[in-house]
């Protein structure tokens, strides 16, 4: 980041948003589509207020609730979300005993080590996606390839910011996936058990706040992931997005 954003900027979280993904082109973590793909988001957010929506927020509860009653939950983690919230993401996976994968559309070896790298300075424990030992059937790009004991195996998959086919094949695969994603008539929302449509800076600590109020609390998790309706979550930020309307 050149200058830093003043407090009274009334842009200052976009736009510091924004300094984190150049700065993950530089490093290496995030690649120049990934930009392209951030402002088509940043979009459908302005229309959101900036804000977290009612729907979004039990989203996030019933996607924590998924997470601490998973017998082996993973966490995706492309460029882009490496690069705006490593700490979040590091934070979610201890509060869940989730493990942290690195999965990439646009695949290299030094793009994957780099990543990794990064989660580590960011205190994670380990970070899988490196092995690439296993395949998702019915996809013939990079994001197919997966770790057999990480997406492989999991049961319950986060894939925030997520590419609408492998969220296909991970649902096709009988996996529980949760999905950020701040389109709500994007492939990867309509096919997700519990599509949590907001900002994935504000969502993944949204996550991590609801998890630590869940994980020893079995029943009320339970309750709060079978309660929980995808396709009204869905309705209701559309509603806000094409009107405003105010969710009761």
């Keep these: 980041m050149d200058e830093p954003?003043?407090?009274?900027?009334?842009?200052?979280?976009?736009?510091?948003?924004r300094h984190r993904l150049e700065a993950g082109v530089d490093a290496g973590i995030t690649s120049r589509q990934?930009?392209?793909?951030?402002?088509?988001?940043?979009?459908?957010?302005?229309?959101?207020?900036?804000?977290?929506?009612?729907?979004?927020?039990r989203a996030a509860r019933a996607a924590a609730?998924?997470?601490?009653?998973?017998?082996?939950?993973?966490?995706?983690?492309?460029?882009n979300?490496?690069?705006l919230v490593p700490d979040a993401l590091v934070d979610l996976a201890d509060a869940t005993g989730a493990a942290l994968e690195v999965n990439l559309f646009n695949?290299?070896?030094?793009?994957?080590?780099?990543?990794?790298?990064?989660?580590?300075?960011?205190?994670?424990s380990e970070v899988k996606g490196l092995t690439g030992d296993a395949t998702i059937p019915g996809l013939d790009h990079a994001r197919a390839t997966v770790d057999a004991d990480g997406i492989h195996a999991a049961d319950v998959v986060l894939v925030p910011l997520e590419d609408?086919?492998?969220?296909?094949?991970?649902?096709?695969?009988?996996?529980?996936?949760?999905?950020?994603?701040?389109?709500?008539?994007?492939?990867?929302?309509?096919?997700?058990?519990?599509?949590?449509?907001d900002n994935v800076v504000r969502?993944?600590?949204?996550?991590?706040?609801?998890?630590?109020?869940?994980?020893?609390?079995?029943?009320?998790?339970?309750?709060?992931l079978d309660s929980f309706d995808p396709d009204a979550a869905l309705d209701a930020a559309e509603r806000e997005i094409?009107?405003?309307v105010t969710e009761d």
């Design 5 to 17: 954003v003043p407090d009274s900027h009334p842009r200052q979280a976009s736009l510091e948003t």
């Design 34 to 57: 990934g930009l392209i793909a951030h402002g088509r988001g940043e979009a459908f957010d302005y229309l959101l207020g900036e804000r977290t929506i009612d729907s979004a927020d």
């Design 65 to 79: 609730a998924a997470l601490v009653l998973a017998e082996k939950p993973v966490i995706s983690v492309n460029g």
């Design 81 to 83: 979300v490496a690069a």
């Design 107 to 124: 695949r290299t070896e030094e793009r994957m080590q780099a990543i990794a790298d990064h989660l580590v300075a960011h205190d994670a």
């Design 164 to 197: 609408g086919d492998r969220a296909g094949a991970l649902a096709e695969m009988g996996k529980t996936e949760i999905v950020i994603d701040l389109n709500p008539l994007s492939r990867s929302a309509q096919v997700a058990d519990v599509p949590i449509v």
């Design 203 to 224: 969502a993944i600590p949204s996550i991590t706040a609801h998890a630590r109020n869940l994980v020893d609390a079995s029943d009320a998790a339970r309750t709060a």
């Design 242 to 244: 094409r009107g405003g």
